[in-house]
């Protein structure tokens, strides 16, 4: 059973910066990709960036430029590095890990809320 612990999450001002962590435990089998999710109030999620164990990269087209994502292979810990934070960034972020097999493991959610 594979297990996602998020962290980092809390209330920040326009323009500022947080950093979220989650780290895997448990029986991991062949991971494809790491990354983090988001849903706002009233929307549906959305993937905001990944990275695959080939070393590729996805963004969010409204976070480019702004949002930085990393693994940490040893320790199964993906990390988003979010900086100049919008109000319309306010969210729960999800941690995601997807197999090989397709198979997704979610974590229970941070959240994060942007002033203005």
């Known amino acids: 059973q594979v297990q996602l612990v998020e962290s980092g999450g809390g209330t920040v001002r326009a323009g500022g910066a947080l950093r979220l962590s989650c780290e895997a435990s448990g029986r991991i089998p062949s991971i494809n990709s790491m990354g983090w999710y988001r849903q706002a109030l009233g929307n549906e999620r959305e993937e905001v960036a990944s990275t695959t164990t080939l070393g590729t990269s996805y963004y969010l087209h409204s976070v480019k430029g702004r949002f930085t994502v990393s693994r940490d292979d040893a320790q199964n810990t993906v990390y988003l590095e979010m900086n100049n934070l919008k109000p319309e960034d306010t969210a729960v972020y999800y941690c995601?890990?997807?197999?090989?097999?397709?198979?997704?493991?979610w974590g229970k959610g941070t959240l994060v809320t942007v002033s203005s």
């Open positions: 995601n890990l997807r197999l090989l097999t397709g198979m997704n493991y």
